[in-house]
C-alpha cells in the first residue's frame, strides 16, 4: 500500500474571478432591482390611491380634521385663521377644484417654518412661515401650492406609495437583515419615493402659479416665497438635489422664469399689503 | 500553560482514533466530555472590530478558541481520569458561536483502558 | 458643493475602499503564505482515513491539532449582504474559508512536525461563524483541523525533527 499526498486543483473551491466582477453585478443587478421595485409598486399604489373619491378621503381623515378643529386658539389666532381661509376661498375661486373638494384651512401657533396639505382637504399653515412673508402675494402663494396639491390628490398618493414602498422595504430587511449590503438596498428603494416627491411639487407650483398670476396679474410672490424657504433649509447649497423631497430652490426660481415666460405672465409687480389679521403681533419678525 | 494533548502532561493518551496501532482495548468505559463557554473581554472585541473592515487573522479570537478548546480537552480528561481510563479514543470537537464573542467549545471520546 | 450629503457616502465609499484594497492584498499575501508552506509541509501527510498504515505495530500517537479564525472586510460584507438577496455562490466569502480551512490543516502540520511526526491519520476540518460584530451576516470564520499523528517508537526514546 502506498502512502503519498498529492496538491489537488487549487480553484475548485473558490472562484478564480475578479471580485469587482461580482460586485458590479450586484451592485447593478441588485439595487437596481430593489429601486425598480420600489418605483413600479409605488408608483401604482398612487395611482390606486389617488383613485379613491375625495368624499371617501375626507371620511378617513375625519380624525385628522377633528384634531387641528380642536386646536386652541386665541381671539388674535382665530382671526388670522379665518383671514387665512378668506384669502384660500379668493383662490378657490381661480383654481379647477371640484365641487365637493372643501378644503379646511387650520393656522398652527408654532414656530415651524412650513405649510403642509394632509388628507381629507385639511391645511396646515404654521405662525414660523406665516411672520417670514411680507406680502399678501407671497401668503397666496403658499396656499395655491397647498391647495393644489390636494386638487392633485398628492396626500393620497403619497400615503399610498409610502405603504408600498414600505413593504418592500419589509422584503429587504427580511432578507438582508442588518448588513451593510441591505442597509444599501433601503436605501436604493427610498430614491424613487424622492423623485415622485419632487415631481409632485414641481405639479402643485405650476398650477399654484397659475392661480396666483389670475388673482394678482402678476408672479412676484411666488419668487418672494422659494427665496425665504431656500434660506429657511439650513446648508441648502451643500445638498444632493436627488436625495431631497422638494426640488432645490434655484430650480424652482428657474421653473417659475420659464412658465412666466411661456405664458407671458409678468414675473413681478406691486405686492398686495398684509391684512392687519396676518400680520405678526407684537415685535415679532 | 501545559499543551493538554501531551501525552506526558495529560497522563493519558489522547486520539480521534479509534484503534490505536499496536494496542488493544481491555475496558471501555464509557463517553467522557468536557466543555467550555468562553467569552473575549471588550478591549480585544474592539480591535476585532476595526480588522472587520480590513480582513485578515483575528489573533484574539483564534486565541480565545484555542484557550476554550485546551480547557474543554481538560475537562475532558479530568472525566476520564475519574472514571480509572488511561486513554480516550475517537475524541471529537464541536464547536458553537453564542452572540458576540463567546464560543463554546465542547469535547467528547470514548474512555478506555489499554493493555 | 453637496458635500453635506455626500459625508454619508464618502464615509461609505471610502470603507468600501479601504476594505477592498487592504482585504485583497491581505487575502494575497496570506495565500502565497499558504502554498509556500504546504509545499514545504509536503512530506507531513494526512489522511482523513482512521486506519493507519501498519496498524498492527505499535507507535507513538499525538492528537495534534491547528485553527486559525479568519475575518472578513467591509468590501466581502457589502456584497454578500446584497448576494443574500438574490441568491446563488457568496464568492466573496469562498475564499474566506478555503484559506480558513488549509491554514488550520497547515498549522496542524506544523504541531506535528514541531514534535517529531510525520504522518497523521484521522484528520477532521469543523468550520463556524464567529459573528463578534452587531451587523448580520459572516465577520468571521473559524476553522479547526485536528488528527492523530503517528510516528514509531525510536528505539532509545528521542525525537527527530523532520
Redesign the interface.
Known amino acids: 500500500m502506498r502512502f503519498e499526498n498529492r496538491a489537488p486543483e487549487e480553484t475548485v473551491n473558490y472562484a478564480d474571478e475578479h471580485p469587482l466582477k461580482e460586485f458590479a453585478l450586484l451592485v447593478v443587478g441588485v439595487l437596481g432591482a430593489v429601486a425598480l421595485g420600489a418605483a413600479l409598486l409605488g408608483f401604482f399604489a398612487g395611482e390606486l390611491a389617488a383613485r379613491v373619491p375625495f368624499a371617501t378621503e375626507r371620511e378617513y381623515a375625519q380624525s385628522i380634521t377633528l384634531k387641528f378643529e380642536q386646536a386652541k386658539l386665541g381671539p388674535a389666532q382665530r382671526g388670522t385663521r379665518d383671514e387665512l381661509r378668506a384669502l384660500a376661498g379668493k383662490l378657490a375661486a381661480a383654481m379647477p377644484l371640484p365641487p365637493d373638494m372643501t378644503i379646511r384651512v387650520h393656522y398652527a401657533d408654532e414656530p415651524t417654518v412650513n405649510a403642509m396639505a394632509t388628507l381629507g382637504g385639511n391645511l396646515v399653515f404654521y405662525r414660523g412661515l406665516l411672520h417670514k412673508l411680507d406680502s399678501e402675494d407671497a401668503i397666496a402663494m403658499v396656499l395655491a401650492h397647498e391647495m393644489a396639491h390636494v386638487y392633485l390628490r398628492h396626500p393620497a398618493r403619497a400615503m399610498g406609495r409610502g405603504v408600498a414602498v414600505g413593504l418592500v422595504l419589509s422584503a429587504v430587511s427580511v432578507g438582508a437583515g442588518r448588513s451593510i449590503g441591505g442597509e444599501a438596498a433601503q436605501r436604493a428603494a427610498v430614491l424613487p419615493l424622492l423623485k415622485y416627491s419632487r415631481d409632485q411639487e414641481r405639479a402643485a407650483d405650476e398650477l399654484a402659479l397659475r392661480a396666483l398670476v389670475k388673482v394678482y396679474g402678476h408672479a412676484g410672490g411666488a419668487a418672494d416665497v422659494f427665496k425665504v424657504l431656500g434660506s429657511a433649509v439650513a446648508g441648502e447649497a451643500a445638498r444632493l438635489a436627488i436625495l431631497q423631497t422638494h426640488p432645490l430652490t434655484d430650480e424652482r426660481l428657474a421653473l417659475l422664469q420659464e412658465l412666466s415666460r411661456g405664458n407671458g405672465w409678468p414675473s413681478d409687480g406691486p405686492r398686495t399689503p398684509l391684512a392687519a389679521a396676518l400680520r405678526p403681533a407684537g415685535a415679532k419678525e | 500553560m501545559s499543551n493538554p494533548f501531551d501525552e506526558k502532561s495529560a497522563g493519558l493518551t489522547i486520539s480521534n482514533l479509534e484503534v490505536l496501532p499496536g494496542k488493544r482495548v481491555k475496558t471501555h468505559l464509557g463517553v467522557v466530555q468536557g466543555s467550555t463557554v468562553r467569552a473575549k473581554h471588550a478591549g480585544k472585541d474592539i480591535l476585532a472590530g476595526l480588522k472587520n473592515i480590513v480582513g485578515g487573522e483575528l489573533k484574539g479570537y483564534t486565541e480565545l478558541l484555542q484557550e476554550a478548546r485546551d480547557e474543554a480537552t481538560e475537562r475532558m480528561v479530568q472525566q476520564a481520569k475519574s472514571v480509572g481510563a488511561n486513554a480516550i479514543l475517537n475524541v471529537r470537537y464541536t464547536t458553537t458561536s453564542i452572540t458576540m464573542g463567546a464560543a463554546e467549545i465542547l469535547a467528547y471520546g470514548t474512555a478506555v483502558i489499554l493493555e | 458643493?453637496?458635500?453635506?450629503?455626500?459625508l454619508d457616502w464618502i464615509i461609505?465609499l471610502t470603507?468600501l475602499a479601504?476594505?477592498?484594497f487592504?482585504?485583497?492584498a491581505?487575502?494575497a499575501r496570506?495565500y502565497a503564505s499558504i502554498r509556500k508552506r504546504?509545499q514545504e509541509l509536503?512530506k507531513v501527510?494526512?489522511?482523513a482515513t482512521?486506519?493507519?498504515?501498519?496498524?498492527?505495530?505499535?507507535?507513538h500517537?499525538?492528537?495534534?491539532?491547528g485553527?486559525?479564525?479568519?475575518?472578513?472586510?467591509?468590501?466581502?460584507?457589502?456584497?454578500?449582504?446584497?448576494?443574500?438577496?438574490?441568491g446563488g455562490?457568496m464568492?466573496?466569502y469562498?475564499?474566506l474559508?478555503?484559506r480558513a480551512r488549509r491554514?488550520a490543516v497547515l498549522r496542524m502540520k506544523e504541531e506535528a512536525r514541531r514534535h517529531g511526526y510525520r504522518?497523521i491519520?484521522?484528520v477532521?476540518v469543523?468550520s463556524?461563524?464567529?459573528?463578534?460584530?452587531?451587523?448580520?451576516?459572516l465577520?468571521?470564520v473559524?476553522a479547526?483541523a485536528?488528527?492523530?499523528a503517528?510516528k514509531p517508537p525510536a528505539a532509545d526514546g528521542s525525537q527527530r525533527a523532520v
Not at chain 3, 463556524?128 to 451587523?135: C, D, P
Open positions: 458643493m453637496g458635500w453635506l450629503d455626500f461609505f470603507l479601504v476594505g477592498y487592504a482585504g485583497r491581505a487575502e496570506h504546504e509536503a501527510l494526512a489522511f482512521k486506519y493507519p498504515p501498519a496498524a498492527h505495530l505499535p507507535q500517537t499525538r492528537l495534534v491539532a485553527s486559525v479564525v479568519v475575518g472578513s472586510d467591509y468590501f466581502k460584507q457589502f456584497v454578500a449582504g446584497l448576494r443574500t438577496l438574490l455562490r464568492k466573496s469562498e475564499t474559508l478555503d491554514e504522518l491519520v484521522n477532521k469543523e463556524t461563524n464567529i459573528t463578534g460584530g452587531n451587523r448580520g451576516g465577520p468571521a473559524e479547526f485536528y488528527g492523530t503517528l
